[in-house]
C-alpha cells in the first residue's frame, strides 16, 4: 500500500501561517492573564493573611477566622540558618479545634500518628525557617484535589518568634472562556477563506487579535461568577495592568509578522536561509549575543517608557510620560526642567564641541603633516594622552583644576591679573568648563582621523597647483578639504552622536550646575530615574527621544553624504 502525502496549496499554506500566529497570540495572551491573576490572588491573599493575623493577635478565636490551621513558633537556642528548632508557643488545627497546641514541633510530629497532622507541622516549621532566613514574609499556594487552594503565609512577629497561618482561598481564579475564543478561530478562518492569500495573515490576525484580546480582557476583569458573567462586565478590566501594553506588544509582533508575509520578505528570507545555510551557522552566536545584550534591552527600555514607576510598582500609562515631556512639563521655557530647553542646550553643547574638536583636530593634523617638522612622533605620542587616558579620570582632573579657591585655572588668573571666576554659580561659565573639558577630551580622535586621511592625498596634486600659482589658502579649499571629505564626514557624525551622549564630562564636572541648566537630555533623564523620585518611565522616554533625535539626525545626514558622493 503506498501512502501520498498531500500537495501544500497557497491557501493552505495561508491557513496554517495565519492560525500558526494566532495560537502565538492567544498562548502569549493566556500567559499574561494567568500571570496578572496569580499575582493579583497573592497580593489580595497575603493581605488576608496580615488581616488575619492581626484578628488572631488581637483575641479572636481561629475558628471564627476561617482558619486552617494558626502556629506561633519560638525558636530554640542554638538554632541555626540552616536547620531551626521551633518550640510551638501555641498552635490551632481546624481538624482538632478543642486541642490546644504546644511544645517542640518534632515531639508533636512523633507522638501523633496523624499523617495529615505530621505534614502540617513540617510545612509550618518550613514556613517559619524560610521566613527567619530571608528576613520577608514566606507566602506558598497549595491545591488539593476537589478542595480550594490553601495559602501557607509565615510572617516575623519578633527576632526569635514567627507566625504561620493556613488560609483556604474562597476566590480562584476562572476557567478560560473557551467557547468565545473557539468562536474568534472560527471567524479567523472564515477570514482566511473568503480574502485573497495575499491579504488573508493580515486581516486573519487582525480579527482574531481583536476578539480574543477583548474576550480575554473581559475575562481577566471578573475571577468569580458564571461562565458568561464576563459578557455584563462591559471590558472595564481593559486599561488595567499590564494586560493591554502586553497584548498590544504581542500584536504587533504577530502583524510584523504577517506583514513579512504579504510583502514576501518572509519567502526572501527563508530562501536565503535555506541557501545561505553555513554562512548563517558561522554568525548564530553573534546574532543571539546581539539579541541578548541589544535588542532586548532596548525593546524593554522602550516599552518602560509606557509605564510610571511609583513605589516599587509599575503601572501602563501610554503615552503620558512622552505627553508630559513634550509639552514642558507645566514648566516655562527658561526653566531647566523644560524638555526644550535642555534640547537647546544639548545641541548647543554638541555644535560647539564637534566644531572645536574638526578645527582644532585638522589644524593639528596639517601642522604635523608639514615635512619640515621636527620630532613627529614624540608630539603624536603627546597629543593623544587626553584620548588614551580614560575620560572620567580626565573629568575629575578638570573638576579639581576649576575649583573656585584652590583650582590651578583661579591661580592662573589671578597671577595675570585678570581675577579668579566663580565657574559653577553661573550658566556660561559652567558650560563653557564643561566645553573646554570636553574639547580636551575630543580633539585628539578628529587629529588623527584628519592626518590619515591627509596622508592619502597624493603631494602630486599639491605640486601642480603650485605650478598653476595656486595659493595655500586655495590648495586647502579646492584640494584638502575635498579629498578629507570621505573620511571627516563619518567622523563628525560619529563624535556628534558621542558628544550628544557625553555622560561623563556634564555629571563630573558641572554636576548640571547652576540648578539643573548646563544638564543635557543624557543627564537630564539620569536625574529623573535616580534623583527625582525615582521616575523609570519618564527616563525611559527621555532615552526614546533621544534615540529617535539621533535616529532622524543620521538619516539626514547619510542623506547629504550621499548627496555630496554624487556630485
Not at 148 to 156: A, D
Not at 260 to 277: I, K, N, Q, V, Y
Not at 393 to 403: E, S, V
Request: hydrophobic share 50%; charged share 15%.
Amino acid at each position: 500500500m503506498r501512502f501520498t502525502c498531500p500537495i501544500p496549496t497557497p491557501k493552505r499554506i495561508t491557513m496554517a501561517f495565519t492560525l500558526g500566529l494566532s495560537a502565538l497570540l492567544l498562548a502569549g495572551g493566556l500567559f499574561i492573564v494567568m500571570r496578572v491573576q496569580n499575582k493579583t490572588l497573592e497580593n489580595t491573599a497575603i493581605q488576608d493573611g496580615n488581616r488575619l493575623l492581626y484578628q488572631a493577635y488581637s483575641g479572636k478565636s481561629p475558628q471564627s477566622l476561617d482558619l486552617a490551621g494558626f502556629f506561633i513558633l519560638n525558636t530554640i537556642p542554638g538554632s541555626n540558618s540552616k536547620l531551626f528548632n521551633f518550640n510551638m508557643i501555641s498552635g490551632w488545627d481546624h481538624a482538632k479545634p478543642a486541642e490546644k497546641l504546644s511544645g517542640k514541633l518534632n515531639t508533636l510530629s512523633e507522638t501523633s500518628k496523624d499523617k495529615r497532622f505530621q505534614a502540617l507541622l513540617r510545612k509550618a516549621h518550613d514556613a517559619g525557617a524560610e521566613t527567619l532566613s530571608t528576613g520577608r514574609y514566606y507566602a506558598r499556594f497549595e491545591s488539593r484535589p476537589g478542595k480550594p487552594p490553601v495559602l501557607i503565609f509565615s510572617i516575623r512577629t519578633s527576632p526569635n518568634q514567627v507566625s504561620v497561618v493556613f488560609m483556604p482561598l474562597k476566590k480562584r481564579a476562572p476557567s478560560a472562556p473557551w467557547l468565545m475564543l473557539f468562536i474568534s478561530l472560527l471567524a479567523t478562518i472564515a477570514v482566511v477563506f473568503f480574502v485573497s492569500n495575499r491579504y488573508a495573515p493580515i486581516y486573519g490576525v487582525l480579527t482574531f487579535a481583536c476578539l480574543a484580546g477583548l474576550t480575554i480582557s473581559a475575562y481577566r476583569m471578573n475571577p468569580s461568577g458564571p461562565f458568561y458573567s464576563f459578557l455584563t462586565e462591559g471590558f472595564r478590566g481593559f486599561g488595567k495592568g499590564y494586560f493591554v501594553a502586553g497584548w498590544l506588544g504581542l500584536s504587533a509582533i504577530t502583524f510584523a509578522l504577517a506583514i513579512t508575509w504579504f510583502t514576501g520578505h518572509a519567502s526572501r528570507f527563508f530562501r536565503a536561509l535555506r541557501e545561505f545555510r553555513l554562512a548563517y551557522t558561522y554568525i548564530f552566536p553573534a546574532m543571539i549575543g546581539m539579541m541578548v545584550l541589544v535588542l532586548i534591552p532596548f525593546a524593554a527600555g522602550l516599552a518602560l517608557g509606557f509605564f510610571n514607576h511609583c513605589r516599587g510598582e509599575f503601572q501602563f500609562v501610554g503615552f503620558s510620560n512622552f505627553i508630559d515631556i513634550l509639552s514642558g512639563g507645566g514648566s516655562s521655557l527658561t526653566n531647566p526642567l523644560n524638555f526644550w530647553f535642555t534640547l537647546g542646550v544639548t545641541i548647543l553643547w554638541t555644535s560647539v564641541n564637534v566644531f572645536l574638536h574638526v578645527s582644532i583636530g585638522l589644524g593639528i593634523a596639517l601642522i604635523l603633516k608639514d615635512p619640515l617638522l621636527k620630532m613627529k612622533g614624540i608630539y603624536r605620542v603627546l597629543l593623544i594622552i587626553p584620548w588614551a587616558m580614560p575620560n572620567y579620570i580626565t573629568a575629575l582632573m578638570w573638576k579639581g583644576m576649576f575649583q573656585q579657591q584652590y583650582g590651578a585655572i583661579n591661580i592662573l588668573l589671578d597671577n595675570i591679573g585678570i581675577g579668579s571666576i566663580s565657574w559653577f554659580s553661573s550658566f556660561w561659565p559652567a558650560f563653557m568648563a564643561n566645553v573646554i573639558t570636553n574639547t580636551w577630551l575630543g580633539f585628539p580622535f578628529m587629529m588623527v582621523v584628519s592626518l590619515g586621511a591627509l596622508q592619502s592625498i597624493p603631494t602630486s596634486l599639491y605640486e601642480a597647483a603650485e605650478v598653476d600659482g595656486a595659493s595655500k589658502w586655495q590648495q586647502f579649499k579646492t584640494i584638502t578639504l575635498p579629498l578629507l571629505r570621505p573620511a571627516l564626514f563619518p567622523a563628525i557624525v560619529l563624535g556628534s552622536i558621542w558628544t550628544f551622549n557625553m555622560f561623563n564630562v556634564i555629571y563630573l564636572v558641572s554636576g548640571g550646575e547652576p540648578g539643573g541648566a548646563t544638564d543635557i537630555l543624557i543627564t537630564e533623564a539620569y536625574q529623573w530615574a535616580f534623583k527625582r523620585g525615582e521616575r523609570y518611565g519618564l527616563a525611559a522616554a527621555y532615552a526614546t527621544l533621544i534615540f529617535v533625535i539621533l535616529y532622524l539626525y543620521t538619516k539626514a545626514t547619510n542623506k547629504i553624504t550621499r548627496a555630496a558622493e554624487d556630485m
